[in-house]
């Protein structure tokens, strides 16, 4: 064997690094909890009422517990099936719960998250139908269309956006026929909507199936599912899961879906999970239709996705299997009571149905009512004059299990100082 | 003979809809302290679902034995030697979940605002500045949530800095050794793939990418150490050959455990790479993700940089959107901050010779590998390697034993496979990688495990075809559940 230093030895000279690293020498384990709890300690743990595609909500213990184990948390994507049984039944579950869900006959076994799920559907459904014009809803998530838009530029798919009702906030169904036409391949609609509205689904998807086109659905707040009319007349769900028990962590990891037809099943994006048998006839588990997938057909693909989020998935199936049938209905209506709570005191601007979040305008500027939140160490809600100028002087405010009735009647006294 | 593993009682466990029973729940809400609200009379009726029909019905048990019960059906690096080639299976440490799940980090909304945020900023920045440091670049963008994420936010770079320059150009260049994720990213940028061969050293073939790079190539994608374990040794002169034509190189970072400390890319030309934090920065697979790539570039490149980019303010930092030359997002929020966290406190606790000391050490394993195995197995590219060693299946497979077959052997001696039959350009695969996590007495098991396995080919070949046999899960029929397809549950 050769000595440490003749290991890199046939390194070119002026590729080599002559001189150490220029970082501090390592430190002990304590000293690591120490500087990321000063860390911690200058980020905001006030109770929020902030939404806006990332919710608070109550993790139950057991989540963290099943995440942290060892067998699930430090393998593999599971290629080789006779040892990764674990992680490919838990997969072939959380796939059927989020069919169970969204009404979609499969879905995949994730995405990266809500905002990279919808480039992907919307390249899905211009495969499928051959058509390349996208319609994006104004009520679908800012950021979400920002991605869309970063996608899309290089995939000759012109992205345009139709409005919203300025009385109900849900989508302008007018303006999404006119826009219509034979070369559109999806309209992309999100409920509850970016303003917490709750969209006319059916409506939307007649309009685009007159044209030919495809309804993308999307979903940034998974526990509305617990409560709302799954989007059956669309052809493509996609959605973010982070509301599974998944930490806001700053923005992420979060875990997002794609759901579809059946008859979309070869055009599905990502890894599938499928139900097979072992040489003793015992069921098994397998990764199948890898023939989409970028390691097999290259530049070929249906996607360059290559990594998903088994780990956050699999939190999102402890969360879904803990509440259960009866629990996740539970969890919706209390989000939704909670919710309704602080908007009948603050008025909603939309006079559309709403979920757990809804826009008001405050009787002083919003930053002023922020500001006066901070003080009582509360954070109040999402200004929307940055996505939206012409709501200026409103605020998205969200509501859920975790949200205090003190801190709500706080929130109300401020807004009508 | 097995020496690492023995039979043992492994729980049978049904699908958890199987399991159901009607009324069971794993959880309790807390009393609502406001007026219950009728959900048809505020959603209207028609918005308002019947039951989840097949959803669970458990109890807390439930939940704790089923989750259990499979996870002991899994192999992980907590198990042993996961010797995955171009995975970088190393281990996981725990003090890394502990910090990303402080409160202050795990409960910060990314829409809070940036007073209160500056813990956060503060981890990002760091991170960055470290991650800098290691690849030699000059600016980076946390963002993209994965590796193949981080090719398709560079090769957008690329093409931005190209289109300022008056033409995107139309091809990126790969070589025939690349992941498949190279040419699907350079797909959905928009860019025709034309595949390079190697030469018979396994190296690009400088000859071959001089006759490519024509004024219509936009960059090429090239994997240092490639995906034999060979360092690029002409790396510098193709870097010069795309430089001078005007186009870019692009490195894919999913072997930088070959490089850390050892050899900066911002060195030797590199314009535009990412790193897998999954891979190099320990941060767990956790069955296939989370993972975090973070994507490093050249001066002329950051303009282009996604938004938001951290900037400092006096004594804080902000969050910059002001860049109207920007790529635009690739991922709402900032990338997956839980990931970043857990890279960090790996880099901290390392250090910069720590970090070194892991590249040699993993390097050291690789090499420690080759030399006992090379008696027993086809070595097709002789050259020095680094983080890892490329046999191919050439002796066994004139015994009619593949390396899949070897690969599902191992598993019996209580090994994950390695990765079998990549790099395409190597007939019949073996990858190894053994990370600089794994003791010489692991390496030795391994070792004689698949000299041992060597010998049953000779003797015995049906007992590799056949394998793996004590296990729970004996091969399963992948062309069944292929031809068709079931993807769900149902009663």
């Known amino acids: 064997m050769q000595a440490r230093d003749e290991l890199f030895a046939h390194l070119p000279e002026d590729v080599v690094l002559h001189r150490p690293l220029d970082l501090p020498a390592g430190v002990s384990e304590y000293e690591i909890v120490e500087y990321f709890k000063a860390r911690a300690a200058e980020n905001a743990t006030w109770p929020s009422f902030l939404g806006a595609g990332v919710y608070r909500h109550f993790r139950p213990v057991v989540v963290d517990t099943v995440a942290s184990r060892g067998e699930f948390l430090t393998s593999y994507t599971p290629y080789q099936a006779e040892i990764a049984q674990g992680t490919l039944t838990t997969i072939f579950e959380f796939q059927t719960m989020i069919c169970q869900l969204t009404g979609m006959d499969v879905a995949n076994a994730s995405m990266y998250d809500g905002s990279t799920a919808v480039p992907e559907a919307a390249m899905m459904a211009a495969r499928v139908t051959g058509r390349h014009r996208i319609l994006a809803a104004r009520t679908v ?62 409506a939307a998807a007649e309009l685009a199936h007159k044209f030919g086109a495809l309804l993308i659905f999307v979903f940034a707040e998974a526990v509305s599912l617990g409560l709302l009319e799954p989007p059956a007349s669309a052809d493509i769900v996609v959605g973010e899961l982070q509301s599974f028990a998944i930490s806001p962590s700053y923005g992420g990891p979060f875990a997002g879906i794609v759901a579809a037809r059946e008859k979309f099943l070869r055009q599905m994006p990502g890894r599938l999970v499928g139900q097979s048998v072992d040489t003793h006839g015992n069921r098994a588990f397998c990764l199948t239709l890898s023939t989409r997938e970028q390691h097999i057909r290259r530049e070929k693909a249906t996607s360059n996705i290559c990594t998903n989020q088994a780990l956050i998935a699999l939190m999102a199936t402890v969360f879904m299997t803990l509440y259960g049938k009866e629990g996740l209905r539970e969890l919706a209506v209390q989000n939704l009571s909670k919710a309704h709570y602080l908007a009948r005191k603050l008025q909603p601007r939309f006079s559309g149905p709403y979920f757990n979040e809804f826009v008001a305008v405050p009787n002083v500027p919003v930053e002023e009512v922020n500001r006066q939140l901070i003080d009582r160490k509360i954070i109040g809600g999402l200004p929307l004059d940055r996505f939206y100028p012409e709501l200026a002087g409103s605020m998205l405010l969200c509501a859920t299990e975790m949200s205090k009735r003190d801190d709500m009647d706080a929130v109300i006294t401020v807004f009508q100082a | 003979m097995i020496r690492k593993v023995r039979k043992h009682i492994v729980q049978n466990e049904p699908l958890i809809f199987e399991r159901s029973s009607p009324g069971k729940n794993g959880c309790q809400l ?59 299976m190393k281990y996981n440490p725990r003090v890394n979940e502990l910090v990303a799940r402080l409160e202050g980090l795990a409960w910060a909304h990314p829409y809070q605002p940036e007073a209160l945020s500056q813990g956060a900023l503060r981890i990002m920045q760091r991170l960055a500045g470290a991650l800098l440091e290691i690849t030699g670049m000059d600016a980076i963008t946390l963002q993209p949530a994965a590796g193949a994420h981080g090719e398709l936010t560079g090769i957008l770079l690329v093409r931005a800095l190209l289109e300022s320059r008056g033409n995107p150009r139309k091809k990126i260049l790969i070589p025939d050794s690349a992941h498949g994720t190279n040419p699907a990213t350079a797909a959905i940028a928009g860019y025709a793939v034309e595949n390079i061969r190697s030469n018979d050293q396994g190296l690009i073939d400088l000859e071959a990418l001089c006759k490519s790079v024509t004024d219509d190539v936009a960059a090429l994608m090239v994997t240092n150490p490639n995906t034999l374990g060979v360092f690029e040794e002409n790396i510098v002169k193709a870097v010069e050959i795309l430089h001078a034509k005007g186009a870019l190189v692009y490195m894919d970072g999913a072997n930088m455990n070959a490089l850390v400390g050892i050899a900066r890319p911002g060195d030797f030309g590199i314009d535009v790479m990412h790193l897998n934090l999954h891979k190099t920065f320990s941060t767990p697979h956790g069955g296939g993700g989370p993972g975090g790539g973070p994507v490093a570039v050249k001066q002329i490149l950051e303009p282009f940089l996604p938004i938001p980019c951290l900037k400092s303010s006096g004594d804080s930092l902000t969050l910059d959107y002001d860049r109207p030359q920007s790529i635009g997002k690739v991922r709402a929020f900032y990338g997956n901050f839980g990931v970043l966290v857990r890279a960090l406190a790996y880099i901290l606790a390392h250090g910069g010779d720590g970090l070194r000391n892991a590249t040699v050490d993993a390097v050291m394993n690789a090499n420690y590998i080759r030399h006992k195995l090379a008696p027993y197995f086809d070595l097709p590219y002789p050259r020095p390697n680094m983080h890892e060693v490329v046999f191919s299946d050439d002796f066994q497979s004139k015994l009619g034993v593949r390396t899949g077959d070897i690969a599902k052997r191992l598993i019996d001696y209580g090994f994950h496979p390695y990765t079998v039959s990549f790099p395409l350009i190597v007939h019949g695969a073996l990858m190894i990688e053994p990370t600089e996590t794994e003791s010489k007495q692991e390496l030795d098991l391994f070792i004689e495990a698949m000299i041992d396995i060597c010998g049953e080919i000779e003797k015995t070949p049906e007992l590799v075809t056949q394998a793996p046999h004590d296990v729970r899960t004996t091969r399963v029929d992948e062309v069944a559940a292929a031809r068709k397809p079931v993807l769900r549950w149902k009663p």
Not at chain 1, 142 to 170: C, H, I, W
Not at chain 1, 193 to 201: C, D, H, L, M
Not at chain 2, 38 to 63: H, K, M, T, Y
Request: glycine share 8%; with cysteine.
């Open chain 1, 141 to 202: 998530h800012p950021e979400y269309r920002e991605v869309l838009r970063t996608y899309a530029r290089n995939q000759g798919m012109p992205v345009e956006e139709f409005g919203y009702d300025p009385k109900s906030g849900g989508i302008d169904l007018a303006d999404l026929e006119s826009r219509l036409n034979r070369e559109t391949a999806a309209v992309i609609i999100q409920s509850p909507n970016f303003f917490g509205i709750v969209e006319q689904v059916n």
């Open chain 2, 30 to 88: 807390p009393a609502l302290d406001v007026p219950l609200v009728d959900p048809a009379a505020a959603l209207g009726a028609q918005n308002v679902r019947g039951e989840i029909e097949g959803f669970p019905e458990v109890s807390e048990v439930d939940v704790i034995r089923h989750f259990t019960r499979l996870s002991t059906w899994n192999y992980a690096i907590d198990l042993g030697m996961y010797p995955l080639g171009s995975c970088t």
